[in-house]
């Protein structure tokens, strides 16, 4: 616990980030400003670095290009297999589990080790990883690097530790699981074939040992040819030539047949008794054309033939269909004796896997349901009824629905707000679901004692918005909102639709959500907001439109320092941008020119609709085009349930709306907020001159003073995540000159009359950059190019100056203000900080009938950067909530006995003080520099620079272990967290490089030291970056591996058993052992110790924990082998009885017999 004191009397003038006073105390810019009276500040912090530790909790949605999949019937769990070498582990709801391989090489195939906990995985790179799921945080046991073949396929059968290994050079390798080690036995290919055949039969394609007899082994080559190996004569016992591929095979469980699947569409059922030709070839989907002869079919991937006891075999397989039928979907196709289904699929399929009662592949499958893995879903359907239904699948892996363009996390919400959602939400859920429980539900997951309500929510191109229940590291939708509905369809063609060159007009840009108040709003890439209130009811309602004019006519250029030599490009703008209503133009109208003007993107609704219970829309605020220019995006937003307020800003300038009355009571350029306080000194042009040629770079002058306007390098954005991250100039100290872009440089802010208003929706999950490496001009332009509406345009060469942040809250506009009033606090993307103060009416009435005045700006301050983030705390360290509104439905019936009237909740900085009036401190976190100030009098108490080399891209004031810190996320990967008030540097991990805008997009922290990103298009990782959580991970996560006993074989009878038992009598041990195979080649492959085995018993991996753990793993076996022991012993004994009786009976029948009798 540190305790901090510093009296404020000259404490700036040896504060390295001195503050620009403001000019209405009469202190110069960059002056340092003394405090009129000494004040003492008496925080004790109680967080330090032991209070943080960053790691990975848990990862939600759909795999990301999935490759394998493979499942264990007897643990009921399935593993999913990717591209970029994840592997998702899924058991019951809540066992969700994701595992990386550190090489990243594409997951090819799957085995699990069924019902051992055990999971092997081969990969593109040619290694075979053992992993160990008896633990919550699976780990890599032994990896086995092949150096001089390639990987094609894997077989394990059930209960035996001798992997079989195909290659592409067509040789089948055997693996000891146990010790990870090659054998020496190897079937080479051209042993396998005849000597007589003239061509290589490609690589293995299939390996499977027959169900009548282990000893036997099918290989399966590509370019047709089936051998079954028998493994104790190391010879083949039969040799298959057919004139097309294989894809796959796939055995009857009685071993006296097996099917393939071919590249020409057909099946082949092949007999045992006579392999010269095929025993049946089917074509599901080629039908004769009237010439005779069959459609050409696409092929077939993958076939499975399970048996039933009670109807006919079931044959299932993908691909197959005819070529002819353009444009068909991809499809499963299940064949149940005389009766095809087609289910046909939206993606197409990855693989399948047909889930059966029994592991052992010599009984009855019984197979009760069928896993389709599609590239961008998974499916599940019951076999059981012959309509063939899906189940309703309990994972979130509908993300990527629609591709997500922003993300919000909230911890620690109101308790009410996650049943109500639910509710609301489940009266629209999907019907037609088969009625059987989700039959993948393996392991165990129990909800965890440090668990609070928690919502992500997600923005997407179409413009839809889900929520989920994020909480207890799980993943449920909520409630889906459709902010389309709000507009009428866009008509291809017709005017506004024809200039709108669109994919994703309803994209969601940022979200702002007052869980208290449940006031929700939506920023879209339109230029669009729409306010929503929730409501338990369902209303006729009509939607109110208000269209704002934000943009500007004449340039705000500031001035170039006098070092500058090279001349300045400007763009033409506007002083002060107008509300529409203050200029009566109709909609649609056009200037002579006939460029659109006054006209905004959408058509909202003019007509009473009827909205369901939920989000119902109450308001739509649109920025209207000016003089055949499109509104700029909207950079910024924050909403405030207690003032009735909504605040925007964009590259133009700032607006307040009122919503509560509908009115605009704010339209205004950012220089305009200035007033006689600003910081600069700007060249207004003329915006007619240089119409065709204004593009290149603004300088930056400081004001009368040698200020040290370093600016970060960094791309940023319109927003990101909801927030303007706007590039500045590049570092240069005092009478150093700047290197300037010529006016070849791209136009970057506004685009002329004949370009499309806006780009394709930028989904958070496809904007892929790659970050600058150096530190030129040259290399930064190369580095991000993306059009003006991008995130990581330059503000080097824009000559705007971008509202990037916005908060409402309880403070203090002037130095001489003796009690906090509600204020506006805005920040720029040039780093500077103004405060408006505002004026609201108290009354009920009167705020519903006076209008809100806002005065003149107040302080200003300035930091290196934009401006990302502000918070408040009061003198005593703790943060300082926004007032709200407490939630009325306002759809409600009235009751005349409780007249409903608005019901405000304040946290005025003074509350929680001893003394009346003791101010706040203020906390300002820009792109490279966080400040916090001492309000009123404006002073700077503490300056920290975070990055010099970097920028932050996402920055929160967070509650962490019942104190709060500052959260930041930087562009080179760095996750830091500082402490509040004094910035003291608590944590500093080099976490994840921005490889791509999608994360950046999405990263956003939350309170409990929790965080989230879309990590790929399809799934959200969450972080915690709390020492506290991390401890508490074990016991939240599920367990993979619970203790079953494996299921007995069926009885195969005296005779099976006695005379014909092969099976059971094969040991592989004699065959593949050292003993008896030898070594195999050391250069062959090359065996790695894996990482730690049991992750969360690694210290005590030595002690008696370990060995306890080995110890009961090595009973489990020991007592496995002895059970199947006492099973032969028995068998035997049965036999000697037999034996026995049969002997007395014939003793009993001769004994009185005499030789000559016989």
């Known amino acids: 616990m540190k305790k901090f004191r510093k009296v404020l009397d000259g404490l700036t003038t040896s504060s390295p980030g001195g503050t620009i006073g403001s000019p209405s105390c009469g202190s110069a810019a960059g002056t340092p400003t003394s405090a009129p009276t000494p004040r003492e500040i008496d925080v004790q912090e109680t967080l330090a670095s032991e209070n943080f530790q960053l790691c990975k909790t848990v990862r939600h949605g759909f795999p990301y290009q999935p490759t394998a999949l493979a499942f264990d019937p007897v643990q009921k769990i399935l593993a999913i297999g990717s591209r970029s070498g994840g592997v998702r582990i899924l058991g019951r709801p809540g066992v969700d589990c994701f595992c990386q391989h550190e090489s990243g090489a594409a997951v090819l195939q799957l085995q699990f080790l069924i019902n051992e906990g055990a999971l092997v995985t081969a990969c593109a790179d040619d290694t075979l990883h053992l992993w160990n799921l008896r633990q919550r945080r699976p780990a890599v046991l032994h990896s086995l690097k092949f150096n001089r073949e390639r990987i094609t396929f894997c077989h394990l059968p059930f209960q035996s530790k001798w992997l079989y290994v195909g290659t592409e050079r067509g040789n089948t390798h055997i693996v000891n699981i146990e010790s990870f080690i090659l054998s020496g036995y190897v079937i080479m290919w051209n042993k396998a074939i005849e000597l007589s055949t003239k061509t290589h039969p490609?690589?293995?394609?299939?390996?499977?040992?027959?169900?009548?007899?282990?000893?036997?082994l099918l290989i399966g080559f590509e370019g047709g040819t089936i051998v079954q190996w028998d493994l104790r004569a190391k010879k083949a016992d039969f040799r298959i030539y057919y004139d097309e591929a294989i894809h796959s095979a796939s055995w009857h469980h009685e071993g006296k047949q097996f099917m393939c699947s071919h590249s020409d569409g057909s099946l082949t059922l092949w007999n045992l008794r006579n392999t010269t030709k095929p025993f049946q070839i089917t074509f599901p989907h080629g039908k004769i054309q009237k010439d005779g002869r069959k459609e050409s079919c696409k092929p077939i991937l993958k076939v499975e033939y399970k048996t039933s006891r009670n109807s006919e075999p079931f044959v299932i397989f993908s691909g197959g269909l005819s070529y002819d039928k353009a444009g068909r979907r991809p499809a499963l196709t299940i064949m149940h004796g005389k009766a095809m289904t087609v289910l046909e699929m939206d993606y197409p399929i990855v693989e399948f896997m047909a889930?059966?009662?029994?592991?052992?592949?010599?009984?009855?499958?019984?197979?009760?349901?069928?896993?389709?893995?599609?590239?961008?879903?998974?499916?599940v359907v019951d076999l059981t009824q012959s309509t063939f239904p899906v189940f309703e699948n309990p994972y979130s892996m509908d993300i990527h629905e629609s591709p997500v363009t922003c993300t919000a996390y909230f911890a620690d919400c109101p308790p009410d707000i996650i049943p109500i959602l639910y509710s609301i939400g489940a009266k629209h859920k999907k019907t037609g679901y088969s009625h059987k429980e989700w039959p993948?539900?393996?392991?165990?997951?129990?909800?965890?004692?440090?668990?609070?309500?928690?919502?992500?929510?997600?923005?997407?191109?179409?413009?839809?918005?889900?929520?989920?229940?994020?909480?207890?590291?799980?993943?449920?939708?909520?409630?889906?909102?459709k902010t389309s509905k709000v507009f009428e369809k866009p008509k291809p063609g017709e005017g506004r639709a024809a200039d709108l060159v669109e994919e994703d007009p309803f994209a969601v840009q940022m979200v702002s959500w007052c869980?208290?108040?449940?006031?929700?709003c939506v920023v879209g890439i339109s230029a669009h907001i729409i306010l929503y209130r929730f409501s338990k009811y369902d209303a006729n309602t009509q939607i109110v439109a208000l269209e704002v004019r934000l943009q500007c006519d004449a340039e705000d250029v500031i001035t170039p320092s006098e070092n500058e030599n090279n001349p300045c490009f400007s763009e033409p703008g506007s002083h002060s941008p107008q509300p529409h209503h203050q200029y009566p133009v109709s909609p649609g109208s056009r200037t002579p020119e006939g460029a659109k003007d006054s006209v905004p993107c959408l058509k909202v609704k003019d007509r009473v609709v009827r909205v369901p219970p939920g989000y119902q829309?109450?308001?739509?605020?649109?920025?209207?085009?000016?003089?055949?220019?499109?509104?700029?995006?909207?950079?910024?937003?924050d909403i405030n349930s207690a003032y009735g307020l909504l605040a925007f800003g964009n590259c133009n300038g700032l607006a307040v709306v009122d919503y509560l009355q509908k009115t605009v009571i704010l339209c205004m350029s950012t220089l305009d907020l200035y007033g006689a306080t600003d910081p600069y000194q700007r060249l207004t042009r003329s915006p007619r001159r240089n119409r065709q040629s204004t593009s290149g770079l603004t300088e930056l002058t400081d004001n009368q003073q040698s200020i040290d306007m370093e600016r970060s390098k960094s791309p940023t954005s319109d927003h990101v995540n909801g927030h303007c991250t706007s590039p500045t100039s590049q570092p240069c100290s005092a009478g150093k000159p700047r290197v300037p872009m010529g006016p070849e440089g791209p136009r970057l802010t506004r685009r002329g009359p004949g370009r499309p208003p806006f780009r394709k929706a930028q989904s958070a999950a496809c904007m892929e950059i790659s970050l600058p490496v150096s530190h030129t001009e040259e290399s930064r332009e190369n580095s991000f190019s993306r059009s003006r509406s991008s995130s990581v345009s330059s503000i080097d060469r824009d000559t705007k100056e971008a509202i990037t942040t916005l908060q409402f809250g309880e403070s203090y506009g002037r130095k001489s203000d003796a009690l906090p009033t509600p204020c506006l606090w805005v920040g720029t993307s040039l780093g500077v900080v103004l405060l408006i103060p505002l004026s609201i009416p108290i009354d009920q009435e009167e705020r519903m009938e006076e209008p809100v005045a806002i005065g003149p700006s107040g302080a200003v301050q300035m930091l290196k950067g934009s401006v990302l983030r502000f918070a408040f705390l009061d003198c005593m360290g703790v943060l300082i909530q926004s007032p709200y509104e407490v939630w009325r439905d306002l759809n409600a019936p009235e009751d005349p006995d409780r007249p409903r009237r608005r019901k405000l909740v304040h946290f005025s900085p003074s509350s929680s003080q001893d003394a009346y009036g003791e101010g706040h401190l203020a906390v300002v976190c820009s792109e490279r520099q966080a400040k916090v100030f001492i309000m009123p009098l404006q002073t700077c108490l503490f300056v920290h620079n975070i990055t010099e080399s970097s920028f932050v891209l996402r920055a929160d004031v967070v509650s962490v272990c019942n104190s709060v810190c500052l959260a930041c996320f930087c562009a080179n990967g760095h996750v830091m967290t500082l402490s509040l008030p004094s910035l003291r540097p608590l944590m500093d991990v080099n976490y994840l490089p921005l490889t791509d805008m999608r994360i950046a997009r999405t990263f956003c922290f939350t309170n409990g030291g929790q965080a989230l990103y879309l990590s790929s298009p399809t799934e959200i990782q969450r972080i915690t970056y709390s020492q506290e959580m991390c401890d508490n991970l074990q016991e939240m996560l599920g367990e993979l591996f619970t203790p079953i006993e494996t299921p007995e074989a069926q009885n195969r009878g005296f005779l099976k058993g006695f005379f014909g038992g092969n099976a059971h009598t094969f040991d592989r041990e004699e065959l593949f052992g050292e003993a008896a195979a030898g070594k195999a080649s050391r250069s062959l492959a090359q065996h790695?110790?894996?990482?730690?085995?049991?992750?969360?018993?690694?210290?005590?991996?030595?002690?008696?924990?370990?060995?306890?753990?080995?110890a009961r793993i090595a009973l489990d076996e020991r007592g496995q082998r002895l059970g199947e022991l006492e099973e032969r012993t028995a068998l035997m004994m049965t036999s000697a009885e037999t034996f026995s009786k049969h002997a007395h009976e014939l003793m009993l029948k001769c004994k009185d017999k005499k030789w000559y009798q016989f």
Not at 359 to 369: K, L, R, S, W
Not at 515 to 520: E, K, L, T, V
Not at 628 to 635: A, N
Not at 1088 to 1109: C, D, N, S, W, Y
Request: aromatic share 8%; net charge negative; charged share 20%.
């Open 355 to 379: 889930l059966c009662e029994t592991p052992y592949n010599n009984e009855v499958q019984e197979p009760y349901a069928v896993v389709v893995l599609l590239e961008k879903d998974l499916i």
């Open 617 to 637: 829309s109450d308001l739509v605020i649109q920025l209207l085009w000016v003089d055949g220019e499109p509104p700029q995006q909207i950079t910024s937003l």
């Open 515 to 520: 869980p208290q108040s449940r006031i929700f």
């Open 202 to 216: 490609g690589p293995v394609v299939h390996l499977s040992d027959s169900p009548k007899d282990e000893g036997k």
């Open 1088 to 1110: 790695i110790p894996g990482q730690g085995g049991v992750e969360g018993m690694k210290v005590a991996a030595g002690g008696a924990v370990g060995e306890l753990a080995r």
């Open 440 to 481: 993948i539900a393996g392991g165990t997951w129990t909800l965890g004692s440090h668990t609070y309500p928690e919502i992500i929510i997600t923005g997407h191109a179409d413009g839809s918005i889900k929520f989920w229940d994020a909480s207890a590291f799980t993943l449920q939708m909520l409630y889906k909102l």
